[in-house]
């Protein structure tokens, strides 16, 4: 007995842990977004390579920094046979036994700090801080670009949703028809084609529920992934997101796209940072002068000992057959530079289409929504009409079946269309690079 009660209760417990796997979880658009931009691997790498240039930043302005280095070392000598051959002062050579030789010590301290280098330092720093930043507003750029990767599937999800909601509406009006057709046929009121027809297209709106929750259970896999959640969850669309939503500062024409896009400002402060390396590649022409200094110790045993002995000076080098040769480098960084500012236009006349693109897209989603949520009131009159005739025999079954698939067109097109609404507004949004501004980002 005691046994039955253990098995009944972990049957239980696995049915339980069964529905608690399939309960749907819901995340408001703003969420969603918001895990996206936590756990997306785009993300992540765009945050890495900022940090990245932060580091190379670093290393460059390092090279403004003194450079101090200490050195010594220790030599064991053999000892070597010295004769030392002194001259007196009368012109004769008089020998002196050499000491004995048999270690050598020497320690150095040397410093050296750069004074000028043909502004090679400075402009250094400059391009590395300009495509420091150039880095950030492509890290910018990638979270503007997921977000609009989750807007996208949060609006597909949303159709999904409401297109097998509204099937599974009709599939029931649709069962229903079939069964009171199949009395019908039976009592000899309506012929067989007609319930034939009823059926056909009961199996129709079931094969189109079967594509429709397909295509639900993809774009909800689609999803999760892309936030990183386990691969049972089940999510589901806020309704609020998409019925009671308020469009503000909608673009009216490209100047802000021109003004905020990322890419675009990524690719402006990349053409700085060339034209800071042209200068870079200049300095070769100037000579290097540094401030030198250092500390010396010396000590051959029996023989000498040095201390004490500091020196300071100024040193200069410069690199003559570097004029020649250096006058190639220049016109690789000026060219970079020339193929930056080419791009930069490129990318300015394809914002400007996007944007006008991304208006008109908007602007006919909103002429959509007026007439689809019309042809629902006309549909529905129609049907209303056309049942009414069928019922007094003055239609047929042709007419009734076709109004009825007109209604159900009608009303997921409805449905539909508040969420294409929405879809191209954040579509705008993006071209014009306000979409992070929207969902409130974090500067990087």
Excluded: C
């Excluded at 290393?59 to 030392?84: C, E, H, M, W």
């Excluded at 059926?199 to 892309?226: G, H």
């Excluded at 394809?350 to 006919?364: G, R």
């Amino acid at each position: 007995m005691k046994v039955s009660q253990l098995m009944l209760f972990g049957v239980f417990l696995m049915g339980a842990s069964a529905v608690q796997a399939q309960e749907k979880s819901s995340l408001t658009l703003n969420e969603a977004i918001h895990l996206a931009w936590e756990q997306s691997a785009q993300v992540s790498l765009a945050e890495s390579k900022v940090v990245t240039k932060k580091q190379e930043l670093r290393t460059v302005k390092n090279n403004s920094y003194p450079d101090f280095k200490i050195s010594g070392q220790y030599q064991r000598l053999t000892d070597a046979d010295i004769n030392f051959k002194l001259n007196n002062s009368d012109g004769t050579t008089s020998t002196t036994d050499a000491p004995s030789v048999n270690q050598l010590m020497v320690g150095q301290v040397n410093a050296s700090l750069p004074l000028f280098a043909g502004f090679k330092i400075q402009n250094s720093i400059k391009a590395s801080s300009n495509l420091y930043a150039a880095e950030s507003a492509n890290a910018r750029q990638t979270k503007e670009n997921v977000a609009m990767q989750v807007v996208d599937l949060y609006a597909s999800m949303y159709k999904a949703e409401k297109t097998v909601e509204l099937l599974k509406e009709n599939q029931k009006s649709a069962e229903q028809r079939v069964t009171d057709f199949i009395e019908l046929e039976k009592n000899g009121i309506i012929p067989r084609n007609d319930l034939l027809k009823a059926q056909l297209q009961a199996s129709n709106v079931e094969l189109s529920l079967a594509k429709a929750t397909k295509d639900l259970n993809i774009v909800n896999y689609q999803l999760i992934t892309l936030l990183k959640l386990d691969d049972t969850t089940k999510l589901t669309i806020r309704e609020s997101d998409f019925v009671n939503f308020q469009m503000n500062n909608i673009p009216t024409s490209d100047e802000v796209a021109v003004a905020n896009r990322q890419d675009l400002e990524a690719v402006r402060l990349q053409e700085k940072a060339s034209l800071d390396y042209v200068k870079v590649a200049k300095s070769g022409y100037y000579p290097a002068i540094s401030l030198v200094g250092g500390y010396t110790a010396i000590d051959l045993k029996n023989v000498i000992t040095v201390q004490n002995a500091m020196n300071i000076g100024v040193g200069l080098s410069y690199d003559l057959s570097g004029i020649l040769k250096n006058n190639a480098t220049v016109k690789v960084a000026e060219s970079k530079a020339d193929e930056l500012k080419k791009h930069e236009e490129l990318l300015t006349e394809q914002i400007k289409i996007e944007v006008q693109k991304a208006i008109e897209d908007y602007d006919l989603a909103l002429k959509q929504d007026i007439v689809y949520n019309q042809a629902v009131e006309q549909a529905s009159e129609n049907y209303r009409i056309l049942k009414d005739k069928y019922d007094n025999g003055l239609s047929d079954t042709n007419d009734l079946l076709e109004a009825d698939v007109d209604q159900l067109e009608s009303s997921i097109n409805k449905a539909l269309s508040k969420a294409n609404v929405i879809q191209k507004y954040y579509e705008l949004l993006t071209v014009s690079g306000q979409l992070n501004q929207t969902f409130n980002l974090s500067k990087i």
